[in-house]
């Protein structure tokens, strides 16, 4: 199991919102470099690094991504979500040494998005980062609720070739209230590769993570807080 340090980038800082809502937002670091070389520092493998700002289309941070990227993604693989819903904003990124895209809100907007990202740079490159709020697909930075359900968008994905999702019950997000392992499990069960986010609290929730088989967790706030020590995280994931 992968455990992915979230670094969250809001007008240049790394931030956690709760449940996504721009006005609940608590600054953790002024630079995000530094906090990615201390997660390195402690063990990780993986970041998981969002554009807030471009995903609520209120700018863009890509010159802070850029450095991030060039300053550590050799020692880390990188994970960048945020904003990426054209063609155009994936190639403006895809040359940056960064592991994997999250693919959003264009998978439900777009349906022809995934099959020409997939051609662009390689289903293996791409994660589809699904967000539901009570069954339905959350976009926009999670500000509007689509009218398609998870699941019937999960098997769309799988079926154009992008095996990695990521999961977010949007209710959970910023609550460490513990991610939704049950629904994390049934696209498990449709033959993905689902990494958790939205929740962790605890390291027994990285174990009941990791015991049900599912490929990786997103850890925010618990680190920030002290709950969690990527440390512990990365150890329990084994």
Partial sequence: MDILPAIDIRRGRAVRLSQGE???ETVYHADPVLLARQFIEQGARW???????????????????????SEVGREVQLELSGGIRTLAALES????????FVLG???????????????????????????AREGMIAIRGWIETSDQRLEDVARRVLDDGVDTIIYTDVKRDGMMTGPDIAGGVGLKAMGAQVIASGGVS????????????LAGAIVGRAIYEGKVTVREAV???G
């Fill in 93 to 100: 990124v895809r040359q940056l040494p960064v592991a994997r």
């Fill in 202 to 213: 605890s390291l027994d929730d990285l174990v009941r993570i990791r015991d049900a088989g």
């Fill in 22 to 24: 721009r006005g609940r």
């Fill in 47 to 69: 970041i998981h690094v969002v554009d807030l700002d471009r995903a609520f289309g209120e700018g863009e941070n890509i010159a802070i991504v850029a450095r991030l990227a």
């Fill in 105 to 131: 809100t264009a998978i439900v907007t777009d349906p022809d998005f995934v099959p020409a990202s997939v051609k662009l740079v390689g289903g293996g490159r791409l994660a589809a980062g699904l967000d």
């Fill in 235 to 237: 150890a329990i994931a």
